[in-house]
C-alpha cells in the first residue's frame, strides 16, 4: 500500500539509500548524505520550518512528504502552499520526485494523485505543476492526474524549456 507521511525517523535508512540511489544519477545534490546519516534530526526539523518559512521574495510556505510503499521510502513530493514570481513562472505548486529503483511502476502517477488530496486540504482547488519538456515521463504522470497544458516556456540559464500544466481538484 502507498501513502504519503511527513519525513520521519521511521524510513532514515531507506530515505538514505533512495537519495544516494538518485545522487548517482547527478540528481539530489543538495543533501549531504555524511551529514544527514549523522544528524537526521537536522534534517527533519529543516522539513518541519519549511512549514513555516514566511514569503518572502525567494520562498514560500511548503510542506514535505515521502511517498511509502509498505515500510520503504519510494520518493518523495513538495507542495507549495502558495507561488511567488518563480514558482508561477516555472516551479508550481507541486515537485516530486521517484527514487531510480522505483521508477516506470506507477510511483509517480500515485505521488501525484496523493499530493492533490493534500492540496485540497490546504484549500486549493486549482495548482501548477510543472516540468522540463524532455521529461515523458513526468508530463505522462501530469496529464494523467488531470493536468492540462497551458503554454510552454524559455526559462533563464536552463537549456530545455518548461512546460506548464494545471490541474483543477475538484
Known sequence: MLFLVEPSLTYKDSFIAGTRE???????LFFNLDKISKDFEALLQLFDANKRVKTTPDRVPMS?????????YAGRLSLRHTLNDALLLWGGH???????????RGYG????????????????????????????G??????YNGGKLENI??????????MRYWIDIP
Not at 64 to 72: K, M, Q, R, S, Y
Not at 153 to 162: A, Q, T, Y
Request: net charge negative; aromatic share 4%.
Open 22 to 28: 538518485s545522487q548517482a544519477e547527478g540528481l539530489e
Open 64 to 72: 514535505d512528504f515521502w511517498l511509502i510503499d509498505g515500510d520503504e
Open 94 to 104: 507541486i515537485g516530486y520526485q521517484i527514487r531510480p529503483s522505483k521508477r516506470r
Open 109 to 136: 502517477k500515485e505521488i501525484l494523485r496523493l499530493g492533490l488530496i493534500k492540496a485540497k486540504e490546504l484549500g486549493l482547488n486549482r495548482v501548477l505543476v510543472t516540468c522540463d519538456e524532455d521529461n515523458t
Open 138 to 143: 513526468s508530463l505522462k504522470i501530469i496529464e
Open 153 to 162: 516556456i524559455e526559462v533563464k540559464d536552463s537549456p530545455v524549456r518548461k
